[in-house]
């Protein structure tokens, strides 16, 4: 690696001029949080994906407990996700003390498979945590359908998929602008497809849920009369409600986001299209590269109309490493001496100690997952990866290959 070969990180994010422009003015406003900013980038992401409300928060996971909350989903129900996503997708249905459970995964496009969630259904089933992973739908329409007949609320944990969508029966859909999902949850971490620093959002077409996640991303409190039940009469504040006056009746956190944070997320968001389409572009870059490479695999795309839909936020191959001869660490090194960075996305969640020792799961739960973690490495994939930096990463990884 020469000093011009600088290292390519498996993510990034792009920071232009005018984010920092968009952030400056914030900074020299009179709002650094709970500013107008705030309800612009709510509006102007709600209208991007398409649907009806949006709450912004300090991060996906937080929006993730939300859904939970506003669900009312609590001890005694049982909450389904995918083995392969962050710890956050499942962690959400402990918070708030029901029961994380695990389907795995179809083994094409690494999602949650709706067969296997169909097949095997519990009635104690009262959430499904969809996952997008690496962009990529699960099959949206059946597990909706799949739910609804059940009783069962769909949340649908696009955190990977800002910007992207599907196709079904010859119309398009944008992940948080389609029927089957109640709520939709993204992360704005700076790897993802648009950044807030940190950050999160709760689109639904729900209104009582909506307005339910902004009262409790702060404490709970509500400061609208229409929806004061009233302090006892006994306290000095029932006699007299006035502008000072806040009320709270069920208990919340300080989830909030910030206007700096929004403002450079509004600034992100006018580049979500361009974003989404150059990661295609590289994504078809090394699909190319890459087709018929030995023991290697490229990613799937389960349903060929969405290719121009998809969002890529991760490029996730298939490795083979015993059959060429390497531990994943020593291919992981090989690519870093030549400075292209990797990662592993991810360790099957139900195989955590805490899930282990929490809930008994362990390995053999969902081989599928389980074997997919085995052979997974995921590739810098960024838009402002140059097609120089793209070159490098295929020529990194095509020499290691026989
Ligand atoms: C699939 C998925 N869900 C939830 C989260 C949580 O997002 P955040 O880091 O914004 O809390 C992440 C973050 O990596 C994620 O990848």
Known sequence: MTASDSFIPYGRQDITAEDIEAVTEALRSDFLTSGPRIEEFEEAFARCVGSRYAVAVCNATAALHLAMRVTDIGPGDRVVTSPNTFLASANCASFVGATPDFSDIDPKSYNLCADRLEANWQDDTKAVVAVAYAGQAPDMPRIGELCRSNGAIVIEDACHGTGGGFHHEGAAYKLGGHPWADITTFSFHPVKALTTGEGGILVTDNESYANQARRLRSHGVTRAPGDFRGIGSDSPAEMERGPWYYEMSELGYNYRTTDIQCALGLSQLGRIDNYAQRRRDIVAAYNEAFAGLPHFKTPAVTR???????????????????????????????????????????????????????????????????????????????????????????????????
Request: aromatic fraction near 12%; proline fraction near 7%.
């Open 304 to 402: 060929p109309e969405d290719i121009d839909q998809i969002s890529w936020h991760l490029y996730t191959t298939l490795i083979d490493f015993e059959q060429i001869g390497l531990t994943r660490t020593a291919y992981m090194a090989k690519l870093r001496e030549v400075g292209v960075g990797s990662q592993v996305l991810y360790i099957p969640v139900h195989l955590q100690p805490y899930y282990r020792e929490t809930f008994g799961y362990g390995a053999g739960k969902c081989p599928n997952a389980e074997s997919y973690y085995r052979h997974a490495l995921s590739l810098p994939l960024f838009p402002k990866m140059t097609d120089t930096e793209v070159g490098r990463v295929i020529e990194a990884v095509t020499t290691i290959h026989p």
